[in-house]
């Protein structure tokens, strides 16, 4: 994912706390800030918490800090705003991988629904990348089959061309 915006993980380094203390404390005075100042208040709908929430935002944002001569919105401006890049064209879609062997029928089995790969391949390992919406199958870095991702366990998705010739007849 960091990959794919363009940027880079950086954990804290363990036992080291004061790595975290700008962070949470920032944490902290906007959830106190926004808790204080909501906690009288009754809503009715998810619209009416958004606008109070953005009201209360920008009161934050715009209010001076104690030991510095400018506001956290104009730290953005000057500071992070000129870093910023546009975003990726496409979204992140996040994908799971899992090492299978191919059965007999030429098949790999995924959260119980069985896939088709080409039929040489069988006895082979494999990975399988899944997301929500499709299942690539690479075999040695290659992509030897990609199907729509079926939800329904023990069904089968086969591709006519993933068939041995003498299995095409039936």
């Known amino acids: 994912m960091a990959e794919h915006y363009g940027t880079a993980v950086i954990p804290a380094r363990v036992r080291r706390p004061q790595d975290k203390a700008k962070v949470e404390a920032g944490v902290l005075l906007v959830t106190r800030w926004i808790t204080a100042a909501l906690r009288h208040h ?12 953005r009201e209360l935002l920008e009161r934050l944002n715009i209010r001076k800090f104690r030991k510095l001569n400018s506001t ?67 075999y040695k870095g290659n992509r030897v089959a990609t199907h729509q991702r079926s939800y329904t366990p023990g ?12 299995h095409k007849k039936y």
């Open 72 to 138: 956290r919105r104009e730290l953005f401006e000057t500071l992070d705003k000129p870093s910023l890049r546009p975003l990726p064209e496409t979204r992140y879609q996040y994908a799971e991988w899992k090492k299978a062997r191919v059965h007999i029928d030429y098949h790999i089995e995924v959260d119980g629904h069985f896939y088709s790969v080409p039929y040489q391949l069988v006895k082979k390992q494999v990975e399988a990348r899944i997301t929500a919406q499709t299942l690539e199958v690479l």
């Open 155 to 166: 069904r089968f998705t086969t591709s006519p061309e993933h068939r041995p010739e003498k």
């Open 42 to 53: 009754t809503f009715f709908s998810i619209l009416e918490v958004n606008d109070k929430l």
